[in-house]
Every structure is written in C-alpha cells, then in structure tokens.
C-alpha cells in the first residue's frame, strides 16, 4: 500500500532481511517492486549475490534466464519512463487548476466567519461561563481547531 517510488518501505524491507539463498521472490507486477530502475537494478545485483531468483507474473519476468534479465531491464526502464509520465501529467493538470482558480486540498475548518465569531466568543465575558466543548459547538469546530488558533487570537 506504499508507493514504489519510495524506498523506504517497511515490508520491503522486512521481506529483505528473510530470504535466504535458493528462495523465490515473486510479484504480481514489476512496479510493485520499485519504480525507479537504479534502485530494482540494486535489488536485483542483491538478489542475485545472494542467489535469490526474481519472477515477475504479468511481465513473465524470471531473472533466472539471460532473456529474463534483459526483459527485466527493458521493464525496468518502462516502469521509470512510465512513473515520470505521471508525476508530468499530474504537474500539468495542478498547474492548469491553479491558473483556473482553483486551489487544493482540503477546505479550511476556521472560515473567517467562525475566526471572526471564536474571537468575538472569547474576549467575552461569557467564554468563563462555557467549555471548551460548548464554544467549540457554538462556533462549529473541532476541538484541536480550537486549540490551534485560540492561542493566535487571544
């Protein structure tokens, strides 16, 4: 459930410290091993020094084989090209978005309406006679929204 692109992945690296020599690694697909072709290169010069063979399902990779190897490479490389085109169309598409007005992410909890009536609620008198949870209801907040800006408004 964690990117290729990353290579810090703990079961990654839990499967990496239990193979043994003469053991099969095997995916369902080459990217879900990695997508950058430096670091499956390093995993597989690894795999090899240890004798651990590779097979790919869907790309019928086995690195076992001289074919195999250069399948692998030539995928390798694809599944790199491939994320690139990606994080390219994503750039592209978030670019275009913010030219056109529209901005990311998620909507701001504190609207300047409920900044405005948190601030009014507690320079008043009556904030001594409400919970936390009380003006956090009145206002429409959570109560680590609170929290995060009561200090910047008192």
């Known amino acids: 459930k964690i990117s290729g692109l990353n290579d810090d992945r703990k079961e990654l690296e839990a499967l990496l410290k239990k193979i043994r020599k003469g053991d099969l690694v095997c995916v369902v ?5 990695g997508r950058r072709m430096t670091s499956l290169i390093k995993l597989m010069q690894e795999f090899r020094l240890n004798g651990i063979e590779f ?19 030539i995928c390798a490389a694809i599944s790199e090209m491939e994320g690139e085109l990606i994080r390219e169309r994503i750039k592209v598409g978030l670019d275009y978005a913010r030219n056109h007005g529209r901005v990311g992410g998620r909507p701001r909890a ?18 001594k006679n409400m919970s936390v949870e009380e003006i956090c209801e009145a ?7 609170y929290y995060r800006s009561i200090a910047d408004l008192i």
């Open 29 to 33: 697909r080459l990217d879900r091993l």
């Open 55 to 73: 097979v790919s399902l869907e790309n019928n990779i086995d690195t076992t084989t001289p074919m195999g190897m250069l399948l692998f490479n």
């Open 110 to 127: 504190l609207t300047p309406r409920k900044e405005a009536f948190l601030k009014a609620l507690c320079q008043s008198s009556e904030r």
């Open 139 to 145: 206002v429409g907040i959570s109560r680590s929204v």
